[in-house]
């Protein structure tokens, strides 16, 4: 099994890495059976409680945003409930992998992030003004600027260098 990031659903509590050995580490942690949801990256996925009832876990904003940054197709669509964890790739055998360092590092580490802004057919990215203390909340500005009828065609958030 694989080095993870907790997402607790409860954004007052913060990210933390733990070293899921088995899938008896999984299903405690998360209080149940678990399914295993792409995060967008190909070397990313989330792992989640599988098919409980939404109304018994709460939604998981922190994971939602992260989700639907990187997954444009589930945006406003669909929602991650309850506790999640962040994890590497999952093998084509369902072995699930390592969570990869600079993903941990960018999650976890103090840093300042920027988003970046595309318009329809425009092949340069444009820089907003804004600093952002954590990438979490640079991906909730960033969602922020794609609301229905804007010029703004697709977002990214990058380090400030």
């Given at each position: 099994m694989?080095?993870?990031i907790l997402f607790p659903a409860d954004s007052g509590e913060p990210l933390t890495v733990h070293d899921y050995r088995s899938l008896?580490?999984?299903?405690?942690?998360?209080?149940?059976?678990?399914e295993i949801v792409p995060a967008g990256c190909r070397n990313l996925s989330f792992v989640s409680r599988e098919a409980a009832a939404p109304a018994e876990r709460p939604i998981n904003v922190?994971?939602?945003v992260l989700w639907w940054l990187h997954v444009?197709?589930?945006r406003n669509r669909e929602i991650l409930?309850?506790?999640v964890l962040l994890v590497g790739p999952v093998t084509p055998t369902g072995e699930v992998r390592d969570l990869p360092g600079a993903v941990e590092e960018r999650l976890l580490?103090?840093?300042?992030y920027v988003v970046q802004t595309r318009e329809p057919g425009d092949r340069q990215w444009h820089v907003t003004l804004v600093d952002l203390d954590s990438y979490i909340d640079a991906?909730?500005?960033a969602l922020r600027l794609l609301v229905p009828?804007?010029?703004?065609?697709?977002?990214?958030?990058v380090q400030r260098s």
């Open positions: 694989a080095i993870a008896t580490h999984y299903r405690s942690a998360l209080g149940g059976d678990i922190r994971a939602t444009p197709g589930v409930f309850g506790d580490a103090p840093a300042s991906a909730t500005e009828g804007s010029v703004i065609d697709d977002v990214r958030v």
